[in-house]
């Protein structure tokens, strides 16, 4: 085995490998060779270092804590994708309904003083046959009005 094929060898070789304590061709070679026996040294601490990173990430954070906290984000995520969903066509719903009221009646002005309107009664309409007399009375009720022919 030359160096060439020990490098691409110790990319993926086992902690065994890179400290030369496997049965293997490669780790023969580690041994053998200073040159790629100083590769497999720092490949195998980069490994030690990555190893002692992952497990402070684990220790963290169980599994069952890791499940729970996933369980809640699916939720979350859930009630998002509703409610992204379904305030869209609210939005739309509100909007056609001010558009309604707004055609509907004109926009209201500013408030004023309020409009007294004063009901005129209207005089009795009373045609009278030819050769008869009418006398029309008021009353002081405005609904009522007597009529007298003669
Ligand atoms: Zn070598």
Redesign the pocket.
């Known amino acids: 085995m030359?160096?060439d094929d020990?490098y691409l060898m110790l990319l993926e070789a086992e902690p065994e490998e890179l400290r030369g304590e496997a049965d293997s061709f490669l780790s023969r070679?580690v041994r053998s060779?200073p040159?790629?026996r100083t590769v497999a040294e720092h490949l195998s601490r980069e490994q030690e270092r990555l190893r002692a990173a992952l497990g402070a990430v684990r220790s963290r954070v169980s599994i069952e804590e890791a499940g729970k906290r996933a369980a809640r984000e699916a939720r979350l995520r859930r009630r998002r994708e509703i409610w992204y969903g379904i305030a869209p066509v609210a939005a739309a719903a509100g909007l056609a309904g001010i558009m309604l009221m707004s055609t509907g009646s004109p926009a209201p002005g500013p408030l004023g003083e309020p409009t007294v309107t004063v009901q005129q009664p209207l005089p009795p309409i009373v045609e009278a046959a030819p050769g008869q007399q009418i006398a029309v009375f008021e009353t002081d009720n405005p609904n009522i009005v007597v009529v007298w022919s003669f």
């Open positions: 030359n160096c020990a070679h060779c040159r790629c």
